[in-house]
DNA sequence: ACAAAAGTGTTTGGAGTACACCCATGA
DNA sequence: TCATGGGTGTACTCCAAACACTTTTGT
């Protein structure tokens, strides 16, 4: 098929996408080499890409998950979208997306999508040169990003905070399939920024129905094994949330 | 200015324009009258348009609720974008964007925003054909819209419902600069759709920092007249609200 | 006088918060 | 045996919810 007519010049999808490591929240980024005259140029971008032309929105960002990272079956939520005139105006971004796309590129309105993966699923780089790697959320301010992918990270943040308040199951994305009540714990402070009391915790979790004990237990540790438990979906219709 | 360059012929804005007349919630639709053969075709759409080849996308909001309403200084807020690609392949449609605008119409991704507004501030009907008017929001599930525009109202009061939970004081940009707590009450029992109990409803906004009691009551009412009270938006910071 | 809505307090249950010690495991 | 994190119960506070009668005003 020609770019011409494959795709649409004028709309694209941008996912942030937020995995958990145990510790800290991280940013899925591509990295962006661009050779100017004796130099490389060197920045970061969120995984994006123009709308096919007869492509839904959500549609595209599935197809963009999937082809950068091979993964299907993805928590993906669409939350602003971005159409700052000024956003598509950097000579540098201009030619990069020409280059990649083939296309005269007036300005783009970007829709913005936030994902929660589980960090352990293995992310398949693709043969294309760009490499797709975790990033500290932290460490993303300090980062020089393309357009202004720093401005959606932010926005996208603040919209999984807010979503994961309302719909604490949506952390069960984020941790293994098996996790102990700390790795929940720290996940939750981390995205709040609080300090939760252990008891407090454990009693408000031990609560959930879809929060089921297993009887198993953590192994190798270099202190007491932690029970490790699941998230049963099925089982969230019995609480309020 | 020619049309051919005025106009970003993929991306549109639409305004999901909520008021309240002391009883209902109402929607502000547009007529909109189309010629068939022998017959006049009829039905309902949102205030909307294409954007302006560089114009953002709050400012395009901004600017179709002032061309329509004569009205500035509106709350408004972007809540989801559109892009079904069979949104825009209605001949009917099709064929009214192409003769409204002049231009070549292959598929719009439309953003979809939330207003609220005074439903007492007049709204200056403009010279063009299109006649806009408030209807029952109750009645809109029964009318014919355009396009996709049934869905846009429904995520729009999804939208409203969960801002106006999180951030109750919103609720004053649908009242009367002066308004007695049975009309916040009923409002927020409409939106809701609750049934609050009168007196700890009377508590909890009478506790709240920034409605403030007037040293006025209500006229003309065939019953003991309620007390006025106002909404002070500068004691907001002062609740945890 | 009557119809209509305004205005007003108390009690109860559940949820959230604060707080400190013993237990199990690997090194 | 020690270092590390796991696991547990009680008391207090605050907020939400339930509930009924008297007051004011226009007709």
């Excluded at 999808?13 to 005259?37: A, S």
């Excluded at 959320?137 to 603040?158: N, P, S, T, W, Y």
């Excluded at 198993?216 to 949330?241: C, D, I, Q, T, W």
Aim: hydrophobic share 40%.
């Amino acid at each position: 098929m020609n770019q011409e007519t494959k795709y649409n010049p004028y709309v694209s999808v941008d996912c942030v996408v937020f995995g958990f490591d145990g510790e800290k929240l991280k940013v899925l980024l591509n990295e962006r080499n661009i050779k100017e005259k004796h130099e490389w140029y060197n920045d970061k971008k969120l995984p994006g890409s123009l709308l096919l032309k007869d492509e839904d929105l959500d549609d595209a960002a599935i197809r963009i998950l999937n082809e950068r990272t091979g993964l299907k079956n993805i928590y993906l939520s669409q939350f602003h979208s971005f159409g700052n005139p000024q956003r598509t105006k950097n000579p540098r971004d201009i030619l990069w997306l020409e280059n990649m796309t083939k296309l005269k590129i007036e300005r783009i309105v970007t829709v913005g999508y936030v994902a929660l993966i589980k960090i352990k699923r293995k992310i398949q780089v693709l043969a294309d040169n760009t490499e797709l790697n975790w990033y500290d959320l932290k460490d993303v301010k300090r980062m020089r990003l393309a357009f202004d992918h720093a401005e959606i990270i932010q926005k996208g943040l603040e919209h999984i905070r807010h979503n994961l308040n309302i719909e604490p199951y949506l952390f069960f994305e984020l941790l293994p399939r098996k996790f102990t009540i700390s790795q929940l714990r720290i996940l939750h402070d981390t995205v709040h920024q609080v300090h939760s009391d252990v008891r407090n915790f454990q009693k408000k979790v031990t609560q959930m129905p879809y929060v089921i004990a297993l009887d198993e237990l953590e192994k190798k540790v270099p202190h007491r094994a932690a029970r490790l438990y699941k998230f049963e979906r099925k089982n969230l219709g019995m609480s309020k949330m």
